[in-house]
Every structure is written in structure tokens, then in C-alpha cells.
């Protein structure tokens, strides 16, 4: 269609000696047609390129992060530990998280993506497998301690990495695409880990929950070997993009960086930011709510039914994930579509902290799948949209520490709700107390992305 429209505007300009007032606005929209064709014909190639591998990668995560609350329907048992061991055990995955997130997203930007991601699947993969081999408390607190601090730097690695190949306007789309992996985790995940812990107890003289950090584990550290081969560090390194296309998009990212108002704070001041706390106070909140019911949520199912086997668990709590999923992409497109942010992250963060409080209420597994499917829906729709609200609110020059210090406050809510719950649980002999505080932490969440201060819209590009 371009090349036939250009034709005739050329053919007339040729007849009649040049271009009249109409073959100019003609000519005005087709390269405006054009550039634009051009810019989503690079987006695509970039997604269909990055994408998928950086969704595997981060199901490998999900799943070596969170297959210990499948584990801990036996686990515990075999090994004598307690709702607060459990608790504290799960959550002190997000304290190391927190405590090298910073430094692992500033040795991102020194040594690239490719070898950072690549070192630290080794690392985790291998220390997940080594779950098997777990006897007292402190050696859970220790190996679930150094599984966080080798996965400190990948979703926020990734967040920023992502800023490197999309433009504002493209990335909660290509957020929300990669963050597709938590509802396919959840969905196959959840199932998996269960079928694991039923087919393979007793296999080689292991326990099912053994065989399940083993299983899940060492792929995590052989697909390491693969990311070092195949993930370009920058678009100047995608020899899959032309020479045209990777000089149009350079330049777009540095127009869109140029634009950004300046920031000289040290690397001190940027930690703390009035914009990075706030959006750090909102991770916290919404993170630790939403990581709390993930890590508890097969104990809270097989409390109501205990006659449920580890895969029936799995399905309950695995299904709720494709609404999250759908989340993901709907509303994600919706918020790039009319460039607004906070409100579509606190309608997310209100819908799930609606969610927690039917669970909190709820007296029967099929009423706690009615809680978990409003949850994550709501969970998912927030998600989509938090990271390109990050990305947008923070100045580029602020962007690496930026992003880092929100995820790890983000995590350091996740370890002390994990673990609080399971504190409140010995106390009370009761769920509701803890899920009806991680749904307060989602209202509250709510309001505080509400206080972030409203950036600039950019124009849209072509």
C-alpha cells in the first residue's frame, strides 16, 4: 500500500514539475505510515527474539523460588519443622534478595546481561538442587538465604535490560509479555510440583519434595550455559537486527533519554529519592501481600481439605493463573494504549486486596479458589503496569539504582510477611489474621502508587 501511494505522489511530481499542497500532506502521511510500520516491525522482531527466553528463564526462577511451599506439605513433616521454621526458612529467600539486589543491578551495568543472568542460573540452579540435601533449620535458613542472594539481580536485571531494546511507550506491553512467566509458573508450576512430590517419593531412596528441588533445579543450571550463548547484551550486539534498524532504535532510546530531565544525585541520593521511596513503599506493600499468599497457599488449601493430594493442590492453586495471565496482556496493553499508570495499578492492587479478604473468610477449598482467582486477577492486572509506572516515573540517569532499590524493598516485604505468617499461625492456629493483613497492605499499596508523582507523558514516536 506504502509503495504503491508513493508511487503515484512521485509519478504526479514528475508530470507536473513538483508536488502540489495534497501531494505534500500525501506524501507527509505515508512516511508517517511508514516510520511507524517500520518501528513496530522492529518491536515485533525484538519481542519474538527476547521474550520467550527471558520468559523461561524467569519460569526457571518462579519455580526454584517457590517449589519449597510444594515441598513443605511433606518436608516439614519428614524434618520436624514448624509453621514458623517454614516461615521464616521461605522468607529468608527474600532477605538475602534484598540485601545484594543493588549490587547486582550495578554489576549488570558493568559486566552485561548476558554474563551476569548467565552466572547467576548457574549459581541458584545448583543451590536449589542442593535443597535436597537439607536435614536441620539452619541449614534450610542458610541454602534458602544464598538461593536469594544468587537471584537478587535477575528481575530487576531484566526490568532494566528490557529498557535497553523497548521505548516508554512499548514496555509495560513487553513487561507484561515477559512477565507472562509468573501465570505460566503458577499454571504448570503449581501442578508440576505436586505431580513430582506424588510419582517420585521413594525413587532411589529420595522423598518426593528431594526429587522436586532436584528436578527443578538442574535444568535452571544447564539453560545458564545457553544464556551465554544466545542473549546480546545491547542492540549494538543483535546481529539478528539490520544495520538500519539497530541504528533506529539506538537512536530513539538516546532521543527518549535525552528528553529526560537530568539528574546529577550520587549513587547515595538516588537511594533515596522521594519518587524511588514512594515506589519502593508501594513494592513493599503489594509485593509482600502478594508473595505471602503464594508461599502459604497450598498449606492454607490442604488445611481445608488435608485429604488433597500434592497434584489436586497444585491444580487449586496453579488455575487461578490464567486470569493473572490474561491480566497481564489486557490490561498492559490497555495502560500503553492510553499512557496512564497509576490508576491501573491501583485498580489491580484494590481487586486483589478484594481477593485476600474472601480468602480470609473463606471455609472451603472451592471458596478459597474463588479468593485466589479475584486475587491474582487483580494481582496481574497491577503487575503489568507497576514496572512501566517504575520505568516512567524514575529518570534514566537514576535507572539502574532506581530499579534495584524498589525490587529489594519490594522483597524485604515479601520475607517479612512470608515469615510473619508463619509466626501469626502458631499464635492464633488460624489463617485469617495474616491473609486479612495482606489485604490491608494491598489497599495501602494502592494509595501510595496514587502519591508517586505523575511524569510527563512522552509523545508518542515513530
Same mark, same amino acid.
Given at each position: 500500500m506504502c509503495r504503491v501511494s508513493c508511487a503515484r505522489?512521485?509519478?504526479?511530481?514528475?508530470?507536473?514539475?513538483?508536488?502540489?499542497?495534497?501531494?505534500?500532506?500525501?506524501? /507527509?502521511?505515508?512516511?508517517?505510515?511508514?516510520?511507524?510500520a517500520f518501528a513496530d516491525d522492529v518491536r515485533r522482531q525484538i519481542s519474538v527474539r527476547l521474550i520467550p527466553l527471558l520468559i523461561v528463564i524467569y519460569i526457571m526462577a518462579h519455580l526454584d523460588r517457590v517449589n519449597v511451599s510444594f515441598a513443605a506439605l511433606t518436608m516439614n513433616q519428614d524434618l520436624d519443622f514448624s509453621d514458623p521454621v517454614y516461615g521464616l526458612g521461605a522468607g529468608l529467600f527474600f532477605f538475602g534478595y534484598f540485601l545484594f539486589e543493588v549490587p547486582a543491578n550495578l554489576l549488570l551495568e558493568r559486566i552485561g546481561a548476558r554474563r551476569l543472568i548467565s552466572g547467576i542460573m548457574l549459581i541458584w540452579g545448583t543451590v536449589s538442587a542442593l535443597m535436597a540435601c537439607v536435614a536441620t533449620p539452619a541449614q534450610f535458613y542458610v541454602m534458602r538465604f544464598i538461593l536469594g542472594v544468587a537471584e537478587a539481580g535477575l528481575y530487576p536485571g531484566i526490568i532494566l535490560y528490557l529498557t535497553y531494546w523497548f521505548r516508554a511507550n512499548d514496555r509495560a506491553t513487553a513487561i507484561g509479555q515477559f512477565a507472562l512467566a509468573l501465570a505460566v509458573a503458577g499454571?504448570?508450576?503449581?501442578?508440576?510440583?505436586?505431580?513430582?512430590?506424588?510419582?517420585?517419593?521413594?525413587?532411589?531412596?529420595?522423598?518426593?519434595?528431594?526429587? !522436586?528441588?532436584?528436578?527443578?533445579?538442574?535444568?535452571?543450571?544447564?539453560?545458564?550455559?545457553?544464556?551465554?550463548?544466545?542473549?546480546?547484551?545491547?542492540?549494538?550486539?543483535?546481529?539478528?537486527?539490520?544495520?538500519?534498524?539497530?541504528?533506529?532504535?539506538?537512536?530513539?532510546?538516546?532521543?527518549?533519554?535525552?528528553?529526560?530531565?537530568?539528574? *546529577?544525585?550520587?549513587?547515595?541520593?538516588?537511594?533515596?529519592?522521594?519518587?524511588?521511596?514512594? !515506589?519502593?513503599?508501594?513494592?513493599?506493600?503489594?509485593?509482600?501481600s502478594f508473595t505471602g499468599v503464594i508461599f502459604w497457599s497450598p498449606k492454607l488449601v490442604h488445611a481445608l481439605d488435608p485429604g488433597l493430594s500434592a497434584t489436586a493442590v497444585g491444580w487449586v492453586v496453579g488455575a487461578p493463573y490464567l486470569l493473572f495471565g490474561a491480566a497481564l496482556v489486557v490490561w498492559g496493553r490497555h495502560s500503553d494504549r492510553t499512557g496512564e499508570r497509576h490508576w491501573h495499578v491501583s485498580v489491580?492492587?484494590?481487586?486483589?486486596?478484594?481477593?485476600?479478604?474472601?480468602? %480470609?473468610?473463606?471455609?472451603?477449598?472451592?471458596?478459597?479458589?474463588?479468593?485466589?482467582?479475584?486475587?491474582?486477577?487483580?494481582?496481574?492486572?497491577?503487575?503489568?503496569?507497576?514496572?512501566?509506572?517504575?520505568?516512567?516515573?524514575?529518570?534514566?540517569?537514576?535507572?539502574?539504582?532506581?530499579?534495584?532499590?524498589?525490587?529489594?524493598? /519490594? *522483597?524485604?516485604?515479601?520475607?517479612?510477611?512470608?515469615?510473619?505468617?508463619?509466626?501469626?499461625?502458631?499464635?492464633?492456629?488460624?489463617?485469617?489474621?495474616?491473609?486479612?493483613?495482606?489485604?490491608?497492605?494491598?489497599?495501602? %499499596?494502592?494509595?501510595?502508587?496514587?502519591?508517586?508523582?505523575?511524569?510527563?507523558?512522552?509523545?508518542?514516536?515513530?
Open positions: 505522489v512521485a509519478e504526479r511530481r514528475f508530470r507536473g514539475g513538483g508536488a502540489n499542497h495534497n501531494d505534500k500532506q500525501e506524501w /507527509g502521511g505515508i512516511m508517517a505510515e511508514s516510520d511507524q499454571l504448570l508450576g503449581s501442578p508440576l510440583s505436586g505431580a513430582i512430590m506424588d510419582g517420585m517419593g521413594g525413587v532411589l531412596g529420595l522423598a518426593g519434595w528431594q526429587w !522436586l528441588f532436584i528436578v527443578e533445579g538442574i535444568p535452571t543450571a544447564l539453560l545458564g550455559f545457553v544464556v551465554l550463548t544466545v542473549l546480546p547484551d545491547s542492540p549494538a550486539h543483535a546481529r539478528w537486527l539490520t544495520a538500519a534498524q539497530r541504528s533506529w532504535l539506538q537512536s530513539a532510546l538516546a532521543t527518549e533519554r535525552a528528553a529526560a530531565a537530568p539528574v *546529577a544525585h550520587g549513587t547515595l541520593r538516588k537511594l533515596f529519592h522521594p519518587t524511588v521511596l514512594l !515506589l519502593a513503599l508501594a513494592y513493599f506493600l503489594f509485593l509482600g489491580g492492587a484494590l481487586t486483589a486486596a478484594a481477593g485476600y479478604l474472601l480468602m %480470609a473468610f473463606a471455609g472451603s477449598v472451592w471458596q478459597v479458589s474463588v479468593g485466589m482467582l479475584v486475587a491474582l486477577l487483580g494481582a496481574g492486572a497491577a503487575f503489568s503496569c507497576f514496572w512501566g509506572l517504575v520505568t516512567a516515573a524514575i529518570p534514566p540517569a537514576m535507572a539502574a539504582v532506581g530499579i534495584a532499590v524498589v525490587n529489594s524493598l /519490594g *522483597a524485604l516485604g515479601a520475607f517479612v510477611t512470608v515469615a510473619a505468617l508463619g509466626r501469626l499461625l502458631e499464635a492464633t492456629h488460624s489463617y485469617r489474621p495474616g491473609v486479612l493483613l495482606f489485604s490491608v497492605a494491598a489497599v495501602l %499499596a494502592a494509595v501510595a502508587v496514587q502519591m508517586v508523582p505523575r511524569p510527563a507523558r512522552p509523545r508518542p514516536a515513530a
